[in-house]
Each structure stands twice: as structure tokens, then as C-alpha cells.
Nanobody
Framework: QVQLVESGGGLVQAGESLRLSCVAS????????MGWYRQAPGTQRAFVAGITSTGSTNYAEIAKGRFTISRNSARNTIYLQMNSLKPDDTAVYSC?????????WGTGTPVTVSS
């Protein structure tokens, strides 16, 4: 089993920044590919950013230029630095990890951006 715990969400004003963290624990084995997703009220969960086991990254269009994903493999932790936040970024942000072909999800951390 793999457990993922996110933290760092909160209420901020437009233009401000937040840094989200996701700690993985359990039977992780080698460094797994991980990613961030978000789900706004009334919408489906959407991909935000991903990072491979070797550190390669990719981003959704809404994240390019504003968000940065990174990882500390020694701590089994990934981060999402979010800058220039907009009200449209309001959502529950969840992390995911794929371990031996199974994708595990955290419960998410809410982010609210006020205008």
C-alpha cells in the first residue's frame, strides 16, 4: 500500500503564491512518477503537472509559466510552487503516484484564490 498526504493549501488573494507538498509513504520501492491534479467545484479532475522518476517534468497549459513541480526523492516528497494565482485556480489539489502499475491518490488540499 502507498499513502499520499498533501499539505500547503489555503486561502490567498489573486497574485499571491502557495507551495503545496505531497509526502508518499508505504511500499513505494523505487522513485515513482508522480503528479498534481486539481478539481474545481462542478468539474472533472484535471492534470496540472507531472514529474518522472528521473526528474523530467510536464505541465498543463494552465500551469505553464506560473507553476513549478519538483521533488525531493530522499524524502519521497513532491512540491507544487504556484505563483501569480488567479481565482480560476480555486480547486482541491491532489497528488498521485504510480507504483508497480497502480495509481494511488491523496485526499487533496483545498486552494481558494479570492479576487
Amino acid at each position: 500500500q502507498v499513502q499520499l498526504v498533501e499539505s500547503g493549501g489555503g486561502l490567498v488573494q489573486a497574485g499571491e503564491s502557495l507551495r503545496l507538498s505531497c509526502v508518499a509513504s508505504g511500499s513505494i520501492g523505487s522513485v515513482p512518477p508522480m503528479g498534481w491534479y486539481r478539481q474545481a467545484p462542478g468539474t472533472q479532475r484535471a492534470f496540472v503537472a507531472g514529474i518522472t522518476s528521473t526528474g523530467s517534468t510536464n505541465y498543463a497549459e494552465i500551469a505553464k509559466g506560473r507553476f513549478t513541480i519538483s521533488r525531493n526523492s530522499a524524502r519521497n516528497t513532491i512540491y507544487l510552487q504556484m505563483n501569480s494565482l488567479k481565482p480560476d485556480d480555486t480547486a482541491v489539489y491532489s497528488c498521485a503516484a504510480t507504483v508497480r502499475g497502480i495509481t494511488y491518490w491523496g485526499t487533496g488540499t483545498p486552494v481558494t484564490v479570492s479576487s
